[in-house]
């Protein structure tokens, strides 16, 4: 008798050489067309001579449009049986191989001129490598969900394979951000304030004494104002945070569509930051470091780039994502240990907010009066533990404990602490990791940049399961 034979797999079609959607030469080099019309346009003898001007914008666009499409032409992504292949260049060929299972996170972005054609970019979130190998772009807007779908399939297996059978719907908002609370935040912000103070200033006395030369001063301050502005309230225009399968997923940008999911288990740590004003107010703004984020800088990136959970809140909103991404965690029962009272002899004003504490997940810091900034690292994702200690701190009896995690825009460090209790946290801390990342069950590790390694007179306690050593 013959045993019946299992059902047939569902086969993914691959394709084999695709090239990216046509219009992606035009959709990339617009900008280069507009910086030539600006730059002639400032010239007054091409003015004066509309002829000349037209041929060499048009010299421009078809000039930009042929080197666009040769490296179109020359672009080709294939999905091989581990991993997805780039190949592109005319001139110098390079070629990124992205295996599935280093893929973190994927999710589709539209920038604006690509909303326009129905055109969207797939981001990739690489463990190890910067956000720029992981970007495939473009694709039609159908295209590119469909292919996040099958690099899923890929990337997670069976479990992705059928979940991509069930019809997904869009899922509804936990949070939206009000536009005018994000005004507000960024009016009320350091930066703004201060650049905006400088600039009346200079005007005043530019009007007053005639100075000029203080017009043209008065543009960076001008910038200062502007940019913030442009970048938080038109990038974080209708901030959306909503729960998928995949995790947490942020919706933000008034005309670049920027979507990102927060996937579990990859959160190795958080910040949380309340410049004076907010904290006055009740508002705070919510970063995580997120493996894979976090990697290579490429151009036009922060060095400590991670993933905004929340770009401003309440208190209660916050305290509700905290318990999204870390279940169980709450700041408010953990005990704070403060500096020593001679800290103050360091940091006058700012060492009564010296503070850190550690409950059976975390371990938390804060620092800074100005702009309060809480430090969250999960014990688990403890990468190193080091001790360091100044020329005016050995005088004082004072030492730093420096908790290591990947790039990223936490840093957790407890300032200046007694040194015989900074020698127990190290030490501590250093036991708590490592048992941590004993019992508890998490993703397959990857391979991530850690900051800096410690300067010399710094003493550094291993956080790794395998090597229970502390070297000094």
Request: glycine letters at 10%.
């Amino acid at each position: 008798m013959t045993e019946p034979s299992a059902p047939p797999r569902a086969r993914v079609v691959e394709k084999t050489g695709a090239r990216l959607h046509p219009l992606t030469p035009f959709v990339k080099g617009w900008g280069y067309f507009v910086v030539a019309a600006v730059a002639m346009a400032n010239n007054e003898s091409l003015r004066s001579n509309l002829t000349i001007a037209g041929i060499g914008l048009a010299a421009v666009l078809v000039g930009g449009i042929l080197l666009g499409a040769l490296s179109w032409w020359f672009t080709k992504w294939q999905l091989t049986n581990d991993a997805i292949r780039v190949d592109s260049g005319f001139l110098f060929r390079r070629t990124r191989i992205i295996r599935f299972d280093r893929i973190q996170t994927i999710d589709v972005a539209q920038p604006f001129v690509a909303r326009l054609f129905g055109m969207a970019e797939l981001r990739m979130d690489v463990a190890g490598g910067g956000k720029s190998d992981g970007r495939l772009s473009y694709f039609s807007e159908e295209e590119a969900s469909k292919l996040r779908g099958i690099l899923l399939v890929r990337a997670k297996g069976e479990q992705a394979a059928e979940e991509q059978h069930v019809p997904q719907h869009e899922p509804p908002p936990l949070l939206v951000v009000p536009t005018g609370r994000l005004l507000g935040a960024t009016l009320l912000s350091s930066t703004v304030l201060g650049s905006a103070a400088a600039l009346i200033w200079l005007i005043g006395t530019t009007m007053v004494f005639e100075f000029h030369v203080g017009l043209f001063a008065g543009l960076p301050l001008l910038l200062g104002v502007v940019q913030p502005i442009w970048k938080q309230v038109v990038g974080n225009h209708g901030f959306t945070l909503s729960e998928t399968h995949d995790g947490l997923r942020t919706k933000r940008g008034l005309f670049d569509v920027q979507r990102q999911t927060v996937p579990p288990g990859r959160v190795q740590g958080l910040l949380i930051t309340e410049p004076l004003i907010w904290r006055l107010i009740g508002w705070a703004r919510v970063d995580l470091d997120i493996a894979g984020v976090a990697g290579s800088k490429a151009d036009g990136e922060d060095d400590n780039e991670g993933a905004q959970l929340l770009p401003v809140g309440e208190r209660g909103e916050v305290a509700a994502v905290l318990a999204r991404v870390l279940p169980g965690l709450d700041l408010a029962a953990i005990e704070m240990h403060r500096a020593p009272e001679r800290a103050k002899w360091l940091r006058p004003i700012g060492w009564r907010y010296l503070a850190y504490g550690a409950d059976d997940q975390v371990l938390v810091t804060t620092r800074g009066w100005v702009s309060r900034r809480t430090s969250i690292v999960l014990h688990h994702k403890t990468q190193s533990v080091r001790l360091q200690q100044g020329p005016l701190q050995r005088r004082l009896r004072l030492a730093n404990v420096h908790v290591d995690t990947p790039q990223g825009p936490t840093d957790a460090v407890a300032l200046h602490r007694d040194q015989a209790e900074a020698a127990l946290l190290l030490e501590a801390q250093a036991n708590r990791a490592r048992e941590a990342r004993r019992t508890t069950s998490s993703p397959a590790a990857v391979h991530t940049q850690p900051n800096p390694p410690s300067p010399e007179g710094s003493s550094s306690s291993a956080a790794s399961p395998a090597d229970d050593s502390s070297a000094t």
